[in-house]
């Protein structure tokens, strides 16, 4: 996994996120099904984080594993 690719799964990820199992949030650490996301961004493009809000979101169809062991790197490397 590299952490330093990972925003580019953040972003213009709708389709991506709504086939992924779970979804995972790298700024506030939440990890949620998809079906709990209402609200996007980018022209509907970009899912938000139904938590805080953030774009700072990932599904497990982007290629990375999403459990808390994961985000917490992605957010001590992305904040």
Do not use: H
């Not at 609200?39 to 459990?67: A, N």
Request: hydrophobic fraction near 30%; proline fraction near 3%; aromatic fraction near 12%.
């Amino acid at each position: 996994m590299d952490i330093r690719l990972a925003s580019q799964y953040s972003i213009y990820n709708r389709k991506q996120v709504e086939a992924s199992e779970k979804a995972g949030c790298y700024y506030c650490l939440s990890i949620f099904s998809p079906e709990e996301i209402s609200d996007y961004c980018d022209d509907g493009t970009t899912v938000l984080c139904p938590k805080c809000g953030i774009d700072s979101l990932l599904g497990s169809q982007s290629g990375y594993t999403i459990d808390l062991a994961t985000i917490k790197k992605l957010k001590q490397y992305w904040f």
